[in-house]
């Protein structure tokens, strides 16, 4: 039937075993009733029959007989309603069935028509009718908060009596079906409902007779809480369907020429439906989609809960595989995704993996920031189970912060919150820390109780002078990369930033040059050993002002970490002179206790994981000079990695890349996303790669069609390679344009049917051309950017 809303009024029928309901049909705009149609208003099953031809007064106010008023009725469904001269306008017809003509208030329709056949004046036919009171009442409760869910409207008393001759009539608004008759049982307040209060009312939200529901906004779908991460990602706030795949093909864009099937929801006729927010923006779609190892668009597996259980499975067998490149990218993913969650902090993975790699640097494992981090995690409450502590904690033993030292009771303290499985080990970091705390160097007495240490046995004249060739080596250092660090730094802001950072240092290292340099000929140890432990803080920070980055970076990190470890051996060694000669006998007393460090040497295993991390550490920190070579960068990415997990490839640029060197081609810290590079190592396992090399690494991503992975080791590439790769990415580029160009057309119809919607897709278009002509050799985000695109232009397809 063609009505839109029906009216159901409950009677009670004198006489009758029950209530009665008269269900009376209303004409609603932009409803034209088929010609012939046997439209008519029904009695409930408590009501007596009808009498054939019998036309009772609700009959003849819905218009099931040839009155006049059917006509009226018809012709103000239609949209063609009467000027003010009597004259009719045959074409202003309206444009959907939810949209009422400009300043016409739903109730008006069937008033002003009962107003013509009878001859009334409209507001008088409308208190005949009840029509008018009965809008007005649901507007009101509308109004009063209760946009949602089913409303019940008390129907004046004299309204129920003109539809049925009694009081306290009850009407509600009812649910179209799809065959246009209500369906009993699903009621919802007002004219029209939206789709978003259908889905409300369906899910269950209905009201007694004598409540009303609180204002609150629906989502049009389910929203899923996915944080923010990245620095130019926004958080995934709309729940995504898991995404078939969008496959690439021979064609350049066929990444993105099969659309993603989330599911949209099918249009209903004249509801606008909200734009998922998932849509809103590139940054938003990005941050809940990425491209899988096949090069096919789907939905973000870290938007799935398992995600964080499975980056900390990870993180603990990168562990025992002492992988400290990996144990980095699960770490700094967990710590964007749900930091409360992360079993380690990526910067202290970095310190220990630094101490492992250079035993010897003095500046390795340091870091001027950590006692107060423990006093704060101690003062908040914040020390808890997981082994994030521990590692903490022995770093502070062998590394404590030389400007700030803990106080005995708190690490009596921290040893009770943070324990340790290995009784041996427990003591062993406690005594290290008591060494800290007085200002020795925990490590130099290490080395000495396991007759390690490498100034064991000499006498003072040797260690003086050993003590003046390190400060003969170190003027040197300092005046060769005094300038732009020697010439190996290219960028003009990098140079600027490391003279900068030369200025801020010189003062405090002149101090430790050569006496006929300028050097002082005696000072105090432990009052500049905080001044020294801040050489390598301060190159950070001024570096990060100054936009550092890159290649660049490394050299300049790694030119300040030297003359750090050079500053702090001279100080060392200073110390060591001043025992030699004063017989200083500081320490003396716990060097027994240190002993027990030997057991880790002879290679007897820890059960605990993290513990086990630690001894090994701990074993390579006393061998020192007899630790072995030098290990290649632990936080970097070997060619082994990559051919093992090509899709990092995907978060470097080519400048990053330095394939020189086998074992150290680029650093995790450069990789732009932690989280998607976690996500790319859990798809493709912790196996090793078979073949290592450049051509093995090519061979893979030819064979996988990857050119978008391919362009980022150009510089290693043929002719025929490179003619490929800009191939893919010019036909790519020219995919995404042309849907943006459809989207913005598109976007262009629906303004001109005024629907507002459609300059947020003239928008959008043009931000994703934006993207294409910003990044014309980011192949991976124009399969991202494409996927985008064709949901959006599905979406607005809906409406």
Known sequence: MGFISRISVSDWIPGSDGEAETQVDVLEPGVRLPDGSGFQGTRGPGGPPEQAGAVSADQEFCGVT???????????????????????SAGAEWPGAINSPPEVEPGEIMDKAAAECTGEEPAVAADRLGNRQVDNALADQLAAGAPHGPARVDVPEEVGGLLDGNANKTATHQWPDESGSGTAGEETPGELASSLDREAHEAGARLSPDETAPAREVPPTEISSAPAYGANQAACSGHVEETPAVTSGEKAMAGVNRPLENKVDEPVSGVLRELPSHLESFEKFLACHWVDLSGEVRTAPWLDASFTRSLQRA??????????????????????????????????????????AQPLNLSAGLDPKRTEKLRQALETDQLDERPRWKIVLFLQALRPSLEQYLGTPEIETLLQRITFESAAMSRLVKTLLLLGARGLSPVDHLRRACDMSSTQGLTSQQVAAKLEDKRAELHRDLTRVWNAGGGKIGTNHCKKAWNRFIGEVTPVLEKLYPVKRGGLREWEPVKLRGSLALIVTTHEEIAEEEGARFKDRHIMDRLALRLQDLALQINQLMEVWEQKNKKNPQGAVLDTSLREARPFIRGERLDDPVEELCRHVLVRVIQGEDAGEPAPD????????????????????EPQIDWTDAQEVVAVTDLSDPVRAAAHLLERGSSDATGVSIEALRHQLQELRRFDLLGRMVSKLGGKDRRRIQEDVHARGEEVTCAADQLCSLGGQLMDLAVPSGK???????????????????????RLIGAWLLELQRFADTI
């Open 66 to 88: 040839d009155h006049p008023l059917e006509k009226k009725t018809d012709q103000f469904a239609t949209g063609q309603f009467a000027e003010d001269s009597g004259s009719e």
């Open 315 to 356: 993180a603990l067998t990168e562990i025992e595989r002492v992988r400290f490149n990996r144990l980095w990218i699960f770490g700094a993913a967990l710590e964007r995704l749900d930091p409360s969650r992360a079993q380690f902090d990526s910067r202290d993975v970095e310190q220990v993996a630094s101490l492992h």
């Open 634 to 653: 632990p936080m970097y990415l070997g060619l082994g990695d990559l051919c093992a997990c090509p899709d990092l490839l995907e978060l470097l640029s």
């Open 760 to 782: 947020l897709f003239i928008g959008q278009g043009q931000t994703a051309r934006t993207l294409c002509e910003a990044e014309p050799g980011r192949g991976g985000d124009l």
